[in-house]
């Protein structure tokens, strides 16, 4: 059709010179009429018309025209969007479960051509195109699949918790807490309860597993849980059983969300129908079919399935004992094996104590600390100021040549009324050593001036006396000071004449071993050994990785010659577990996950290790190998569930391998995950609540929660006291006992202390408050346990205060999660387990002038903390 100026050709407008395409059926086409010029709106363009005869009418056509052709190139979408939208509102009438983010994952792109027509419903209208309900709703998903399936969710779970609301409330002999329902509801691909001290996580863990057997959810053989400890794995058994002996209600018909309902603003309404409870012998079986395991009994269990494979545990895997017999009998073989003596002769010489370069420290004199802390003795059992006199020594000792360390120097009062020990004097060669340390010019402290004048005077009076003097430097120590010290005593031989074979008379490997033997070393290095070894198999770390890692440093070569050295019993180790036919429990996990992730797996052992739903019990003390276990349990069917039950603020078990760096960054490890924090303590009071919630969060790495008390005080129930261990017993005691006058039943008082060392002689006490039951544990024994009153000890500095700074070989945090930022982060979620497991007060005790750092930060808590100190 033609106007003036227009013609309307099949594929678009030519107007004029322009040629303007058909619009897009999002597009629209309209006439809009003005009093000397209409605007013709074509699309994206817009045209200006004179006012003319017929020109309205045209317009009329070129709308109709254009909305029949909209319609033609939509009619097959349209169809297609009919059925999709029927097919998703059948679904969703149907559906009852928890929409999970891995479903909507999988399910979304099937839409991703067709998803941008959902958009244009209200154009659809236009066309005169039926739009359904169904299709609203489902445009309304694909616009936003999170937030509709979050609200879906929602509103299942209230219909939820309405339907099973007796259920909670009778399944412990007090009704589940809000927060516990929620985590038993929620049923996302993973789920990580954060569950602190007090809040009910056994009885969260155990409720979960019977709501799923309940609502049909899984089959009791296609739930497993997983504790570390036989006790709590005894517990969570016990507590199941406990349960499948309740009478309990049937499940009942549940009202399904319709597409109106996933729209709508406001949840669906509950079905409140009340069931009737009646006993339901069967499900006590059920429960009872439920896999309750440790994680090493099931890796030996999953290894048992294994056609012609069984695993024996060896007895070196649960006898501390027994193994580091097995590490001092490999240990002494080495010393008659020549190649392997030789290695562990150079290791015991210079390597056997964890030193660090003088570079490290800001000053020598903070260096000769630091040595004097660590007790640094040489072969001949000598205590020494310095790695340098240790390597200077130790060089002398293997290579035969006597000498003697610090000795009275003859010639001293002959130039100065002063006294000089030289380092070594070497009475063959007549000859002194002096290992200079903290020879840094640019040190500008007082000592190191010092320092740097007596080595002067040393000098001068070695000059006026005649004798010889040698000297070493701490910054050749880089370069190895047994081969430099070696060629100027050479050079001091060609000096004197003497051939230095005569000299020196290198001691046997044997000498060397009966040596370390007198001077206990042997034991030393045993058991750090024997800790490396074990801590190596739970790591992921290679020896070839280890040993790559040394670099030139004092630290660097101490890692590399260790690495070396532990490779040697790796190599034993396995061998011997090989040729007993056994295994120890690192093994048996590595080796579990690894089967479960090969092909044939499954049909080898009849599907038997295919679980729905895996619960996972103090989800924050997991070591990496345990965490690929359930990887590999997860990989073996996508819609298995991972619900982890845990607490970082009490994640202490760094030093057995476990990473909390696995809870804190818990999706990237596992998936999608929901959180759920459970938030009401039933152990300790509002006020011992706001001190051990603010302590342990000033560590700001720790994931943030807030946990109410049921309990309340009017009164600061944290209360430090300083003096001598015993007089602070005593008066907490004599207090504690004041309160409980009137009280008939036995008040339980649990003293706890960093280490075992603190033990007090708890029977002297026991006869002089009757009606007290006390006891002691360490921190990390009292871990899930409780006490009306707690008395916590040494709260000091030291190695044996709170925190401990024990020191402790750093090779083993080779094999260890890496080391937080913050200081003292696990001594702080270690100091919050021993706060929170008293039910009423906190005594702390400490020592007036030695409060470590711990009681000067709950002092500067003023209303909160009682300071009796």
């Known amino acids: 059709m033609r106007t003036r100026a227009l013609t309307l050709h099949e594929t678009g407008l030519e107007a004029g010179r322009k040629f303007l395409p058909i619009p897009e059926v999002d597009q629209r086409v309209r006439l809009e009429r003005g009093w000397v010029f209409h605007r013709l709106h074509w699309g994206d363009f817009r045209l200006r018309l004179f006012r003319q005869s017929g020109l309205d009418d045209w317009g009329q056509w070129l709308q109709e025209a254009h909305q029949v052709y909209c319609q033609a190139q939509l009619k097959g979408i349209h169809q297609q969007m009919l059925e999709m939208a029927e097919q998703f509102e059948l679904q969703m009438a149907g559906r009852q479960r928890y929409w999970r983010h891995s479903q909507i994952e999988d399910w979304l792109p099937h839409f991703v051509e067709i998803a941008p027509y959902f958009q244009l419903l209200d154009r659809f209208e236009d066309l005169q195109l039926k739009v359904t309900d169904a299709m609203h709703a489902l445009a309304k998903l694909l616009a936003d699949p999170e937030g509709c399936r979050h609200t879906f969710n929602q509103m299942l779970m209230e219909q939820q918790q309405a339907r099973y609301k007796t259920f909670f409330d009778q399944l412990e002999a007090h009704p589940l807490t809000q927060d516990q329902r929620l985590a038993c509801l929620t049923d996302e691909d993973n789920v990580l309860v954060l569950a602190g001290a007090g809040t009910g996580k056994t009885s969260t863990l155990c409720a979960k597993a019977a709501w799923l057997v309940e609502a049909g959810l899984a089959q009791p053989e296609e739930i497993l849980i997983l504790a570390y400890g036989k006790d709590a794995s005894l517990e969570l058994k016990q507590r199941l059983a406990a349960y499948a002996e309740c009478q309990q209600p049937l499940r009942s018909a549940n009202p399904s969300l319709t597409t109106t309902q996933l729209l709508a603003t406001e949840p669906a309404a509950a079905d409140n129908a009340r069931m009737d409870k ?139 009324n002063k006294p000089y020990r030289p380092d070594f004097y070497l009475p063959q060669l007549d000859i002194y050593l002096e290992h200079v340390g903290g020879s840094d010019e640019q040190s500008k402290d007082a000592e190191s001036r010092q320092y740097r004048q007596d080595l002067e005077w040393k000098r001068e009076v070695h000059a006026a006396c005649g004798t010889t003097l040698i000297c070493t430097y701490s910054h050749e120590a880089q370069e190895g000071l047994a081969a430099l010290l070696e060629a100027r005593l050479k050079a001091a031989c060609r000096t004197q004449k003497r051939l230095w074979k005569e000299l020196i008379q290198p001691r046997a490997p044997q000498a060397i071993l009966e040596q370390l033997q007198r001077q206990g070393q042997t034991g030393r290095l045993s058991q750090l050994l024997a800790d490396c070894l074990s801590r190596f198999k739970e790591s992921r770390l290679s020896l070839k990785e280890m040993q790559q890692s040394g670099d030139q440093s004092l630290e660097g070569r101490r890692l590399a010659a260790f690495a070396v050295l532990l490779e040697g019993l790796v190599k034993h180790y396995q061998q011997y577990l090989r040729l007993a036919g056994q295994m120890d429990f690192s093994d048996m996990i590595r080796v579990a996950w690894k089967s479960l992730a090969k092909d044939n797996f499954h049909s080898k052992t009849q599907h038997r290790f295919r679980y729905r739903y895996l619960l996972v019990d103090e989800f924050q003390d997991i070591s990496p190998q345990r965490a690929e276990l359930l990887k590999a349990l997860k990989a073996a069917d996508p819609s298995t569930s991972l619900f982890a039950v845990g607490d970082d603020w009490q994640a202490i078990y760094r030093f057995n391998g476990g990473d909390v760096r696995l809870t804190f960054n818990f999706a990237e490890h596992f998936g999608h995950t929901a959180q759920v924090v459970l938030g009401t303590t039933f152990r300790f009071n509002n006020r011992i609540a706001a001190v051990a919630n603010r302590f342990v969060q000033s560590n700001p790495a720790q994931l943030p929660k807030t946990l109410q008390s049921l309990t309340s005080s009017n009164r600061a129930e944290i209360v430090l006291l300083a003096g001598q261990k015993e007089d602070v017993i005593g008066q907490a005691l004599a207090a504690i006992q004041q309160e409980n006058q009137q009280t008939e039943t036995t008040v339980s008082v649990m003293l706890l202390a960093r280490m075992n060392r603190s033990e007090p002689d708890v029977s002297e006490w026991a006869d002089s408050y009757p009606g007290l039951r006390l006891e002691f544990m360490t921190a990390h024994k009292a871990k899930g346990c409780e006490a009306d009153y707690v008395i916590l000890l040494d709260v000091v500095q030291g190695e044996t205060g709170f925190p401990s700074n024990k020191p402790h070989d750093p090779l083993i945090d080779c094999f260890l999660a890496d080391k937080e930022e913050f200081a003292d982060a696990e001594e702080r979620r270690l100091f919050y387990v021993a706060l929170t497991r008293a039910r009423r007060r906190v005594f702390i005790h400490t020592q007036r002038g030695e409060e470590s750092v711990f009681v000067k930060e709950l002092q500067r808590y003023k209303k909160e903390v009682l300071n009796w100190v």
């Not at 439920?290 to 007895?315: C, N, R, Y």
């Not at 240990?331 to 370069?357: D, W």
């Open 278 to 416: 009646v006993p339901d012998a069967a499900k006590k079986a059920a429960l009872d079919k439920i896999k309750v395991s440790t994680f090493h009994a099931f890796g030996k269990e999953l290894m048992d399935a294994i056609p012609g494979q069984k695993a024996t545990v060896s007895p070196l895997a649960t006898d501390a004992r027994a193994m580091r017999r097995f590490v001092d009998d490999w240990l002494h073989s080495q010393f008659a094996e020549l190649k392997s003596a030789r290695h562990l002769v150079i290791y015991a010489a210079y390597y056997l104590y964890p030193l660090q370069s003088e570079e490290c420290f800001t000053g020598f004199p903070a260096y000769q600390r630091y040595v004097r802390e660590q007790e640094v003795r040489t072969l001949a059992g000598e205590r020494v100021k310095s790695y340098g006199e240790l390597e200077i020594a130790n060089t002398l000792f293997l290579l035969g040549i006597e000498y003697q360390y610090e000795p009275g120097y003859p010639h001293t009062h002959e130039v100065l």
